[in-house]
């Protein structure tokens, strides 16, 4: 493996940094790329390039990366395929007049191994299609309140149920109600509340808790009930779960799904699919822009499908994430620390869990520190993608076993905070 780590210090980085001050609005164009994620004034800010699950800073230090673009690179960077599909698509054109044939084939190529999809459409974020799957559902129902379970992206409709809600309408907050994962109660609840209202409930099939026996299917028959469409929101487990989605992977098969991240390895995709009967309203719903249909990353997608089916891609993923869940678990007991930290989630999207104490923001940002000076860019998520092998794994447990090691020492000594050489992460703008 090649020297990894925090070799040339931040000063690149915090170049750049200081040339985006009063020039980009929070300095990022993605909250959870942003510095209050790592260690301000330790962390490097800045990549410049990604090959296999190897990433290199502005000022060249590598990493082992565990962000792999938000969980949306899933073959890995750099990947020949891929980039041969892109290039040669590059060639004939990024972005027509009219429409192009390959807007029928990822269709059928996604129609072919995804449950619920009669039917596609596509957009370039994941929040484009969660949108367009509510639109639809008010529209298919004729009815206007939406329940949801997880995080679906920037859109009015959804972050009213945040805490950051500048610039929303209040009146929103009428429109839009959150039950609670595993609490089928919760959402039995809001169903009477609101009997004869629903439009849709959407919810990310699973998060970092897997679903209790019966749970999904439970939700489904309660949504159906009530007239409602159920929705799964798959950016995060849809190619990277298994590549029949959560949906495939659950048995539990929903009337509309929407798809992102992992599904073009990288490049700017996202997916609207669902029963044909209830598509079909698309025609009378505006659902349409400009980059609708753009070639690079329906190219893209096309060979990173192929090759999932092709080589079992993530089948790889879902064995490389139980071995650093459950290998990372026994170290984290072995240095008693199982009481504050613990690997949660399905393999293929496993999550640092910290418990709920003052210390744990500490916790996570000294972990987050000395990972990241052993080579290891580490966000509490890790998306695994095809390209990290058993010996990225492996280097990462090593340094994790050391990293834990020293955070025991630390909390022995009362001086982890001391130990932190920046500003500890800030927390991040996610519900549960
Ligand atoms: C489950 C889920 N839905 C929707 C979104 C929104 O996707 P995007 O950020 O591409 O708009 C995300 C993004 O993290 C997500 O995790």
């Known amino acids: 493996m090649?020297?990894?780590?925090?070799?040339?210090?931040?000063?690149?980085?915090?170049?750049?940094?200081?040339?985006?001050?009063?020039?980009?609005?929070?300095?990022?164009?993605?909250?959870?790329?942003?510095?209050?994620?790592?260690?301000?004034?330790?962390?490097?800010?800045?990549?410049?390039?990604?090959?296999g699950c190897l990433v290199t800073d502005a000022d060249d230090n590598k990493f082992i990366d565990y962000g792999m673009g938000l969980g949306a690179v899933s073959i890995g960077y750099n990947d020949p395929v891929v980039n041969e599909a892109i290039i040669a698509q590059l060639k004939d054109a990024i972005t027509l007049t009219l429409m192009h044939p390959l807007e029928v084939e990822v269709s059928e190529l996604v129609r072919e191994v995804i449950p619920c999809a009669e039917s596609v459409r596509f957009g370039k974020n994941g929040s484009d299609v969660t949108t367009a799957a509510i639109r639809l559902a008010r529209a298919y129902t004729g009815k206007d309140i939406?329940?949801?379970?997880?995080?679906?992206?920037?859109?009015?409709?959804?972050v009213i149920t945040t805490e950051r809600t500048s610039g929303i309408p209040p009146i929103m907050e009428e429109l839009t109600k959150k039950f609670t994962y595993n609490d089928i109660d919760s959402l039995k609840a809001l169903m009477e509340t609101y009997k004869g209202r629903v439009a849709a409930v959407i919810m990310e099939p699973v998060g970092i808790t897997m679903p209790q026996a019966g749970f999904l299917a439970d939700v489904r028959d309660i949504t159906h009930e009530n007239g409602a469409l159920l929705i799964f929101d798959e950016v995060l487990t849809g190619f990277r779960l298994s590549l029949h989605g959560a949906q495939g992977h659950f048995g539990v098969t929903p009337d509309l799904a929407t798809f992102g991240k992992a599904v073009a390895n990288g490049m700017p995709l996202s997916m609207l699919v669902g029963r044909k009967e209830i598509m079909a309203a698309l025609e009378h719903v505006f659902f349409s822009f400009t980059f609708g249909g753009e070639m690079l990353s329906l190219a893209a997608a096309k060979a990173t499908i192929q090759q999932m089916k092709a080589r079992n891609t993530i089948g790889h993923v879902n064995e490389m994430g139980k071995l650093l869940k459950e290998s990372g678990n026994a170290l984290i007991s072995k240095h008693g620390l199982a009481d504050r930290i613990q690997i949660k989630g399905p393999d293929a999207k496993t999550l640092f869990v910290y418990s709920d104490s003052s210390e744990a923001n500490l916790v996570k940002s000294f972990l987050q520190q000395e990972m990241i000076r052993r080579g290891i860019l580490f966000t509490s998520y890790n998306y695994i993608s095809y390209a990290h092998k058993q010996d990225h794994i492996q280097y990462t447990l090593d340094a994790l076993d050391d990293c834990l090691g020293e955070l025991s020492e630390a909390r022995r000594q009362d001086n982890i905070k001391a130990r932190i050489e920046g500003i500890p992460v800030a927390p991040v703008f996610r519900m549960a």
């Open 2 to 51: 090649e020297q990894l780590g925090m070799l040339n210090g931040i000063q690149q980085s915090d170049h750049f940094w200081k040339r985006a001050d009063g020039l980009i609005p929070c300095g990022t164009q993605c909250l959870s790329k942003g510095p209050t994620q790592f260690v301000y004034g330790y962390a490097p800010k800045y990549l410049v390039k990604g090959d």
């Open 146 to 158: 939406v329940l949801c379970c997880g995080y679906h992206g920037w859109h009015d409709w959804y």
